[in-house]
């Protein structure tokens, strides 16, 4: 009324149709039950009557229920978010994308069949990475699990060109650790930032030299005992 008490009202200066009460929240109902509440400080509740919030409270409305936002767009996909008893779940029918900075700036990206990328839209395993990453912490700081096997594989030129080495336990059962380096070339191990052990790809062994000659090439003194 145009006592402000409640009812309808004309803002001219908007020229928009309100529903205003000036002593109190306002609420709408449907099926004979409150739906919605704006409170007099203008927090919005959905299925709550004391919106806790400044904007928009959404509750479930009835014990025990989920309360949940969904968001569609004119193709018919939808996403939104669930608040179960024990958990906020996340949903979408296609992808989720993690944007900071900028809309569609999509640092992490999560698939619908549960690969997750970081620096890529387009992750090809469970965790894709695209970038450095960095492990931070004192004892073990990555486990590799398997149910009877488990290795590390290394692409240095990309997927396209094949898988180049690989370290760890490589056939089902097997105890023996295996480092091995696929190409035609030789395998080196070192100590302090120098290379002191070779293995070429015929598998001559070389101990102070890069280039063995010979099944066993030593650079330098050697001791045999027996």
Do not use: K
Not at 124 to 145: I, K
Request: hydrophobic share 35%; no cysteine.
């Amino acid at each position: 009324g145009e006592d402000g008490r409640g009812g309808s009202y004309n803002d001219t200066l908007a020229n928009a149709v309100l529903l205003g009460n000036t002593y109190g929240a306002l609420q709408l109902g449907a099926g004979n039950a409150v739906r919605v509440t704006i409170r007099e400080n203008g927090n919005v509740g959905i299925g709550t009557t004391n919106p806790a919030v400044s904007g928009l409270h959404i509750g479930s409305g009835v014990p025990g229920g989920q309360a949940q936002l969904r968001l569609d767009n004119f193709n018919g996909q939808y996403g939104g978010l669930n608040r179960w008893t024990n958990r906020l779940e996340i949903f979408s029918t296609d992808a989720i994308g993690f944007s900071v900075g900028s809309i569609g700036s999509n640092y992490m990206w999560i698939t619908n069949t549960g690969n997750v990328g970081i620096g890529t839209t387009s992750p090809a395993t469970r965790l894709h990475v695209v970038g450095q990453t960095r492990l931070e912490q004192n004892a073990a700081n990555l486990q590799l699990v398997g149910s009877d096997h488990v290795y590390i594989e290394f692409y240095p030129q990309g997927t396209g060109a094949g898988r180049f080495a690989w370290i760890g336990f490589g056939g089902a059962g097997t105890d023996i650790l295996t480092i091995m380096n696929q190409r035609a070339s030789r395998l080196d191990l070192g100590t302090n930032n120098t290379v002191r052990v070779t293995i070429d790809a015929l598998g001559r062994v070389g101990i102070g030299t890069t280039f063995p000659a010979y099944t066993l090439d030593v650079n330098g003194s050697a001791r045999v005992q027996s």
